[in-house]
C-alpha cells in the first residue's frame, strides 16, 4: 500500500518559519518526482513546489519563489518543504504527492496524495 503522510503544519505567526515533512512508504521513492500543494478555504488546490527523483532539479509557484525551498533524502523516503518569510495568504492545507513524471505543476499528473497538514501563519 502507497502512504505518503505529512508532519510539521501548525500555527505561525508572519515572517516566521516552518518546515514540513512528508515520508513515504509502499513505492520506489527514488523513481517519483515529488511534490507539494496546497489548498485554502475556498480555493482549488494549487501547486507550490516539485523535485525530481535525483533532487537535482527543482520547480517553484511564482508566489513562493525564494521563500520556500523543496528538498528529499532518498535514504529516508521524504521530501521536505521548508517555508520562510511566511505570509498569511500561505494560510492552507499543505498536501505531498507522488508522480512518475518529472517536475509536473499538473495536480492530474501525480498518482499518489497524502492526507494532507494544515498551515496557518496569522498576521
Known amino acids: 500500500q502507497v502512504q505518503l503522510v505529512e508532519s510539521g503544519g501548525r500555527l505561525v505567526q508572519a515572517g516566521g518559519s516552518l518546515r514540513l515533512s512528508c515520508a513515504a512508504s509502499g513505492l520506489t521513492f527514488s523513481g517519483y518526482a515529488m511534490g507539494w500543494f496546497r489548498q485554502a478555504p475556498g480555493k482549488e488546490r494549487a501547486f507550490v513546489a516539485a523535485?525530481?527523483?535525483?533532487?537535482?532539479?527543482?520547480n517553484y509557484a511564482e508566489s513562493v519563489k525564494g521563500r520556500f525551498t523543496i528538498s528529499r533524502d532518498n535514504a529516508k523516503n521524504t521530501v521536505y518543504l521548508q517555508m520562510n518569510s511566511l505570509k498569511p495568504e500561505d494560510t492552507a492545507v499543505y498536501y505531498c504527492?507522488?508522480?512518475?513524471?518529472?517536475?509536473?505543476?499538473?495536480?492530474?499528473?501525480?498518482?499518489?496524495w497524502g492526507q494532507g497538514t494544515q498551515v496557518t501563519v496569522t498576521s
Open positions: 504527492a507522488a508522480t512518475r513524471s518529472v517536475l509536473t505543476t499538473i495536480s492530474h499528473d501525480y498518482q499518489y
Open positions: 523535485i525530481n527523483w535525483s533532487g537535482g532539479f527543482t
